[in-house]
């Protein structure tokens, strides 16, 4: 079973959506710092996964399970645990923060890793049974035994807010899980592989969550030089065939959307654009890295072309790391094959 300390210290928490939305009659206004009140919108509990949805990165506690290592002497417990959860983490686009990255990244979480063991190990029990009974002659061995099991607990914490107080933020553990077992042998052996399942489940609920997020927001799909938003801050969704496979040449079907996405940027003169573009995941991912940049560029300069202003464009390319569906039809590849330019407004 959890140490009392570690059964202390984590809380599981319900995290409360903060999703702000258009003011309807069915909505709350709470009060605010500021002059205007804090418009609320649902107080619908979400999955506890969801609160993943949007960080950046995650500071990564694990020198409690390091330090145990030491003091048990688990010599059967690899030395690459911290570069294995960096490489999860990397693999979906997530940052490995240090603690002096975390004072200067507001906002972003801390997952941290708890174990507790108790018990011997299996191999020095020997519990000896009298010949004639059967029956146990050490039962202080037999309570060793019983009680032997090896825990890992992982909490994730961040910064949330509260609808009695708005104005203020707390720490919330909104995400956590843990792995046990009862048996004792190859104890370092297990805690390596318990860390890493947890990560790999971590970053699992990350990209669910995230996908789902992406869905939510996600603008309206611009197939059509008619579809084009005529609002200067709209954002700018291409899933269609932008290019053709595996080239950095613009499809003939785009350009007409381009030219719009011109016209409307010469109107919008206080608006810059970022362009972001996205592959699927069926080739290699620096390939995929590469292309999406090459992409990004080529649009870009179709636009410089068209007489927008090189200062008043960005890009950036994401490759496959932020994919809408992990699916493996041609369906979902087409999903995660997207342009999607955003327009920011100019500080003046």
Known sequence: ML????????????????????????????????????????????????????IEGVHVVSKYVLDSAKKYEFNDM????????????????????????????????????????????????????????????????MAEYDCCRSSIWASFQQSSSILRAP?????????????????????????YNAVLKTVDKFVNDYTKAQGESDRETLPKLVAHADDAPDDCGQTWLMNLSVFETNQTRISDAVKPILDKLALTASRCERYRYIIETHADQRADTNYNKVLSEARALAIK????????????????????SKPLSNGTSEEDHAVNRRVVIIPQLIES
């Open 78 to 141: 690899k030395t690459d645990l911290v570069a294995q959860i960096q490489k999860r983490l990397n693999a979906v686009g997530l940052r490995m923060l240090s603690a002096s990255d975390l004072e200067n990244t507001p906002g972003q979480p801390t997952l941290s890793f708890f174990p507790s063991y108790s018990g011997n190990d299996i191999d020095g029990l020997t519990i000896e049974s009298d010949p004639k009974t059967g029956t146990l002659t050490d039962k202080n061995k």
């Open 3 to 54: 140490s009392n300390y570690v059964k202390n210290t984590f809380v599981t928490l319900m995290f409360l959506s903060s999703l702000l939305h258009t003011v309807s009659a069915d909505q709350r206004l709470y009060p605010s710092a500021s002059q205007t009140p804090l418009v609320v919108g649902t107080e619908q509990f979400d999955e506890n996964y969801t609160s993943l949805a949007g």
């Open 301 to 320: 300069d179709y636009l410089v072309q068209q007489q927008i202003s090189y200062d008043r464009l960005e890009t950036i390319a994401f490759g496959e």
């Open 167 to 191: 104005n203020k933020q707390y720490k919330f553990a909104t995400w956590g899980v843990g792995e046990d077992t009862k048996d004792c042998e190859n104890r370092g052996e297990w805690t």
